[in-house]
T-cell receptor, first 114, second 116 residues
C-alpha cells in the first residue's frame, strides 16, 4: 500500500527566508505526487503536481518541488517565504489508477515569524 | 480555475439528528466526487467515492448506513450524517474530479460539524 511521510509536524521560518518542507513516499511504481495547502478552516488548494517528465516542478505562489526517485522524496521549496504562506501543507501520492487512490501525509504546519 | 462549493461551512447539531452536507461543482461537471474526513492534527482520510448515478464506494471501516452519500447530478453530491453522535464531530471535505484534459481533484472549503 502506498503511504506518505511528512517528518515535520510544524516548522517556523522567518519572513523572507527560504523554505523546504520534506515529503517521503512509499509506492512500488512511478507515483503521482502532489502538494496541497490548507488555510485554517478551509479546503485544500493544489500547489503543484508531478506526473512525469521534468523532475523539478513549478507551482503557484512561487513554490517548486523536486521528485527524487532514489530518495523517494518530493520536497517542497520556496526561496523567500511571505507571511501569507503560513498554513498547513499536505503532500499526497496517487497511483495511476487515479484520484480515488490519493493518500495524504499528516501535514506540516508552517509558521512564519516577522 | 474550477470551483467546488461546500455548504454549510459549519454546522452544530444535536445528538441523534441528521445533517446534510452539499458539495457542488460550480463551473464544471463532475462524474466523480470524493468525501474526506479530517481529524484534528491528522491527515485527510477518504471516506467514500461518489459516482453520478450509481452507489457510492465506501472505504473500509466507514459505515455506509451512517454516512449516506447521494450523487444525483453531475454537479451535486450530498453527504448525510445520520443519527449524529459527538464522535462524528469533525471536518468534512469534498472534492470533485474535473477539469477536462487537465483532470484534477478540486476541493471544497470544508464543513465543520459539531455534534452536541
Amino acid at each position: 500500500a502506498q503511504s506518505v511521510t511528512q517528518p515535520d509536524i510544524h516548522i517556523t521560518v522567518s519572513e523572507g527566508a527560504s523554505l523546504e518542507l520534506r515529503c517521503n513516499y512509499s509506492y512500488g511504481a512511478t507515483p503521482y505526487l502532489f502538494w496541497y495547502v490548507q488555510s485554517p478552516g478551509q479546503g485544500l488548494q493544489l500547489l503543484l503536481k508531478y506526473f512525469s517528465g521534468d523532475t523539478l516542478v513549478q507551482g503557484i505562489k512561487g513554490f517548486e518541488a523536486e521528485f527524487k526517485r532514489s530518495q523517494s522524496s518530493f520536497n517542497l521549496r520556496k526561496p523567500s517565504v511571505h507571511w501569507s504562506d503560513a498554513a498547513e501543507y499536505f503532500c499526497a501520492v496517487a497511483s495511476s489508477s487515479g484520484y480515488s487512490t490519493l493518500t495524504f501525509g499528516k501535514g506540516t504546519m508552517l509558521l512564519v515569524s516577522p | 480555475g474550477a470551483v467546488v462549493s461546500q455548504h454549510p461551512s459549519r454546522v452544530i447539531c444535536k445528538s441523534g439528528t441528521s445533517v446534510k452536507i452539499e458539495c457542488r461543482s460550480l463551473d464544471f461537471q463532475a462524474t466523480t466526487m470524493f468525501w474526506y474526513r479530517q481529524f484534528p492534527k491528522k491527515s485527510l482520510m477518504l471516506m467514500a467515492t461518489s459516482n453520478e448515478g450509481s452507489k457510492a464506494t465506501y472505504e473500509q471501516g466507514v459505515e455506509k448506513d451512517k454516512f449516506l452519500i447521494n450523487h444525483a447530478s453531475l454537479t451535486l453530491s450530498t453527504l448525510t450524517v445520520t443519527s449524529a453522535h459527538p464522535e462524528d464531530s469533525s471536518f468534512y471535505i469534498c472534492s470533485a474530479l474535473g477539469g477536462g484534459v487537465r483532470t484534477e481533484a478540486f476541493f471544497g472549503q470544508g464543513t465543520r460539524l459539531t455534534v452536541v
